[in-house]
């Protein structure tokens, strides 16, 4: 049987990997594909510890973050196409809706 610290390290390097995706990408979809890994991190902490403590409530929790990544996803790209035919890029750097 694995031991559960290898699945809490495992999840530690997703999220610090997500982290950094999101704060040295300037790509939209990258920082979205981050968000992703951040959250994906979040399950396997969530599993782990369920199957540690033999409880099913991380696997809910698991099932409801896979339904609000899904959701953001939809909306996330919707939002990506609708800047990049406003702007024509993809780069967060240039993209400067909010400055009057």
Not at 15 to 36: P, Q
Not at 49 to 68: E, K, P, R, W
Request: glycine fraction near 8%; charge should be positive; proline fraction near 1%.
């Amino acid at each position: 049987m694995i031991p559960l610290s290898w699945f809490l390290g495992l999840g530690f390097a997703l999220f610090t990997i997500g982290v950094i995706g999101v704060l040295i990408r300037r790509n939209i979809i990258m920082v979205l594909l981050a968000i992703e890994l951040i959250l994906n991190s979040a399950n396997i902490t969530f599993v782990a510890y369920a199957n540690h403590l033999h409880s099913i409530t991380g696997q809910v929790i698991v099932f409801f973050i896979l339904t609000m990544a899904a959701a953001e996803v939809a909306l996330g790209l919707a939002l990506v196409i609708a800047l990049y035919r406003l702007r024509m890029t993809l780069n967060l750097d240039e993209i400067n809706l909010l400055k009057g």
